[in-house]
């Protein structure tokens, strides 16, 4: 795992980006250093937990499903009426299934319904660059 870049973004937004090993316990590793951001950025602990839960389901979304290199991408800037968070994750795109069956559907599949119900606004953006899943949470 790289470190993470600070970058000054235009209206006072903060941005910070992260690689993301193709690994099972890369997940992990990056949510430790998007909790220390987000106490940076003195947010509130529920927010932070919702932000944390949304980047953990888009990072695990790419390792499980896409193929690598994968870059999450945290921003913090104004959002229509209020201020919000952005974590965007983008992958090289899907991967080519080799299961010869379908996942337990008591342990995987609800993790974009998650995002979709914590996000203000949330998406896909396919690109030259690969696959972009995205998601803004409000707060403030």
Known sequence: MTTAQ???APRGEAEHVFSLPHAPGAVSGVRRRIRAVLADWNLAADFADDVL?????????AIVHALPPATLRLSRGP????RAVRVEVTDMGPAA???LRAPD?????RGLDIVTALAAR???????GGTSRWAELRFG
């Open 6 to 8: 600070l970058a000054a």
């Open 53 to 61: 839960l949304v980047v953990s389901e888009l990072l695990t979304n």
């Open 79 to 82: 959002l229509d009426l209020g």
């Open 97 to 99: 299934s080799t299961a």
């Open 105 to 109: 559907p008591d342990e995987h599949g």
């Open 122 to 128: 949330c998406g896909v953006r396919v690109h030259s």
